[in-house]
């Protein structure tokens, strides 16, 4: 059920190691561009990804934010070279053109049009007509694909003298857009309830109408949905909170972004924060619902992040990547964006209930009998030629039971309350036993304390 990565069977471009390092050229100040370049060509994209860190730091070092800006250097190459090394180990046979450049000392790295000045470059041109499509893992539980298409382009920007404590990545032709099924979801919603469209009808018609409309055997939207809303811990919190998380789920918009920045925040775990900068949206459609979409999570930022960061750690670091500091609060975590942005190395179904229709629900991190994480991986399996969903379509006729879906929520609700009551009890019996044994160890001191008496 688990689908290992093979190892490369060749590097990108179907050429062999060898070959991939002939083409490329040393990035020493010879072989520049005659435009104040220096350049890298080459194949591979986990080399380029190397050479891109490597002339980052040292171009940073240059400047006049210097040494102290290093560890915001190497959280945001850590965050490319984690993007493309996934890309890389899934799609091996994918033919990519990778160049890697580095602006010499006073030269002018500006784009056409101005903006900021470009210091390092990584751009990879892709040998398919088709976009590169990642399928997030549903237990990441964020609404959203990752596309890539035509060429993909990392730059790190010139720091400027009022934000020497940032540092900022360009972003070209990596889009995160919107699921369909949670844009037709939205669509049919406000056709429907018209002017009474709100966080409350609007749950409503979901548990109405989610089991006809939008089935868990085909339904990307509708298993990340489930995956958070069937957990213990937000049953507890009531059907309010379950309403108002579905009506952010519900509002998510596509994510492309243009600028990634990177700055020190105590706050966050590791000590560096991250925000994104959006492109403009392209229609007065985009603009209004990404609007609602950052009220709604401006408010899970100021009254439920620290839940939110228990049940779907993902989902609020790109909610906080995206309006954290408007509401007073740090950034993402960069480390967490990192994880959701790589290819994983192993994936399947569940076993049972509506877990065995999603090809992603095995995507987690190895844990031991504690609990605690052994091993991490990536969350995005990449495929080639626009497919949105990775889970096979499931034929209702053939499994003897038109009503499977809700029945298979119903399983997992009933599993998910057995397990945790097997986890009450257990918990219930150590403290029981824990307790007979300071009653019964306070009393063979007292017995041994009263007999040592004259």
């Not at 906080?320 to 790589?342: H, T």
């Not at 229709?357 to 080639?384: N, P």
Request: hydrophobic share 35%; glycine share 10%.
């Amino acid at each position: 059920r688990c689908l290992p990565i093979q190892p490369p069977r060749r590097l990108f471009g179907g050429g062999s190691s060898s070959s991939s390092r002939k083409r490329a050229k040393s990035l020493d100040g010879r072989g520049g561009l005659g435009s104040g370049w220096s350049s890298w060509h080459g194949n591979d994209l986990s080399e380029a990804a190397k050479a891109f860190r490597k002339h980052c730091v040292v171009a940073v070092q240059a400047t006049e934010a210097g040494d102290a800006a290093l560890p915001l250097v190497e959280a945001a190459c850590e965050l490319v070279e984690s993007f493309v090394v996934g890309l890389h180990s899934q799609l091996d046979s994918l033919r990519v053109d990778v160049e890697v450049r580095v602006l010499q000392a006073g030269a002018d790295g500006r784009r056409a049009g101005g903006g900021p000045q470009e210091l390092v470059s990584l751009e990879a041109r892709l040998g398919t007509q088709s976009p590169l499509v990642g399928e997030i893992a549903t237990r990441s539980r964020v609404a959203v694909n990752v596309q890539v298409t035509g060429t993909l382009r990392f730059a790190l920007l010139q720091p400027t003298a009022e934000s020497r404590d940032r540092v900022a990545m360009r972003v070209d032709g990596l889009d995160m857009p919107t699921l369909p099924d949670c844009v037709c979801a939205r669509t049919q919603m406000r056709e429907e309830l018209g002017q009474g469209f709100n966080a409350t009808t609007a749950y409503e018609w979901w548990e109405a109408n989610r089991h006809t409309r939008f089935p868990l055997q085909t339904s990307k939207f509708h298993r990340v949905v489930e995956s958070l809303l069937e957990q213990t811990g937000m049953k507890m919190l009531g059907s309010q909170v379950s309403a108002d998380s579905f009506w952010g789920y519900l509002h998510t918009t596509d994510l492309n972004v243009e600028v990634l920045n990177f700055h020190f925040d105590k706050k966050i775990p590791g000590g560096i924060a991250m925000t994104a900068q959006l492109r403009p949206p392209k229609t007065p459609a985009e603009a209004a619902d990404r609007d609602q979409v950052k009220r709604i999570t401006k408010k899970l930022l100021t009254d439920k992040r620290s839940s939110a960061n228990k049940l779907a750690p993902s989902g609020i670091n790109v909610g906080a990547m995206i309006a954290g500091p408007e509401v007073g609060q740090p950034g993402a975590d960069p480390r967490v964006i990192a994880k959701l942005l790589s290819g994983a190395r192993k994936w399947g179904p569940g076993k049972d209930s509506w877990h065995r229709f999603d090809e992603t629900w095995l995507c987690t991190d190895e844990k031991d009998m504690l609990g605690r994480v052994t091993k991490q991986q990536g969350r995005i399996i990449w495929r080639e030629g626009g497919r949105n969903d990775a889970s096979p379509q499931w034929d209702a006729a053939s499994s003897g039971d038109g009503d499977m879906d809700s029945l298979s929520v119903d399983a997992a609700a009933k599993r998910s309350n057995a397990t945790d009551g097997w986890i009450c009890l257990l918990i219930l019996v150590f403290l029981v036993l824990g307790s007979a044994y300071m009653l019964q160890l306070r009393s063979n001191n007292h017995w041994s304390t009263g007999r040592s008496l004259p």
